[in-house]
T-cell receptor, first 112, second 112 residues
């Protein structure tokens, strides 16, 4: 099992460009999450999907959109990137009966 | 919503000494409290967790205590080793369907 796979690992964007971060899990998990990590700010929830077909806003959703494409895949889109979105992004998933969160390896995004 | 405060933000200890990291939470309905360890450049990984019906849990050199009345929980690492150097995050969750809320993290440095 690969667990949670995120792509790309690194990305540099110019202000105003768009991009999609991809996330897939092979553990048959119901819930998937997108977090951003900034120095001194911990892990802040952007969006989550409690189950296939549903998505909900987290603590910092502005400037982002998500799509739960199917049970395996949960993508995060930046429509018009801003320097404030420079961060490390983590996708995570968990199953129905176990609260343990499994994280992807992260995407380091720089917006110039 | 839930709010998790974590202290200290940085902690330096001598190898072999103990380290204690403390967290408080705001929502008395929270019933699951995990701790994640993140090594430099890596993804967060669960190291120990505790549920609200348990006051203390141990796993080798690490232990977590929970005081539901005071709404705080702590991570204790004994006989620290250089490989314990990492950022540690506490988190709280009110139910299996709600996302984890993380503290801002503690950077632990173990000095050999």
């Amino acid at each position: 099992n690969a667990g949670v796979t995120q792509t790309p690992k690194f990305q540099v964007l110019k202000t105003g460009q768009s991009m999609t971060l991809q996330c897939a899990q092979d553990m048959n998990h119901n819930s998937m999450y997108w977090y951003r990590q900034d120095p001194g700010m911990g892990l802040r929830l952007i969006y989550y999907s409690a189950s296939e077909g549903t998505t909900d806003k987290g603590e910092v959703p502005n400037g982002y959109n998500v799509s739960r494409l199917n049970k395996r895949e949960f993508s995060l889109r930046l429509e018009s990137a801003a320097p404030s979105q420079t961060s490390v992004y983590f996708c995570a998933s968990k199953g129905r009966t176990n609260e343990k969160l499994f994280f992807g390896s992260g995407t380091q995004l720089s917006v110039l | 919503g839930e709010n998790v405060e974590q202290h200290p933000s940085t902690l330096s200890v001598q190898e072999g000494d103990s380290a204690v990291i403390k967290c408080t939470y705001s929502d008395s309905a929270s019933n699951y409290f995990p701790w994640y360890k993140q090594e430099l450049g890596k993804r967060p990984q669960l190291i120990i967790d505790i549920r609200s019906n348990v006051g203390e849990k141990k796993d080798q050199r690490i232990a977590v205590t929970l005081n539901k009345t005071a709404k705080h929980f702590s991570l204790h690492i004994t006989e620290t080793q250089p490989e314990d150097s990492a950022v540690y995050f506490c988190a709280a969750q009110t139910s299996g369907n709600t996302p984890l809320v993380f503290g801002k993290g503690t950077r632990l440095s173990v000095i050999a």
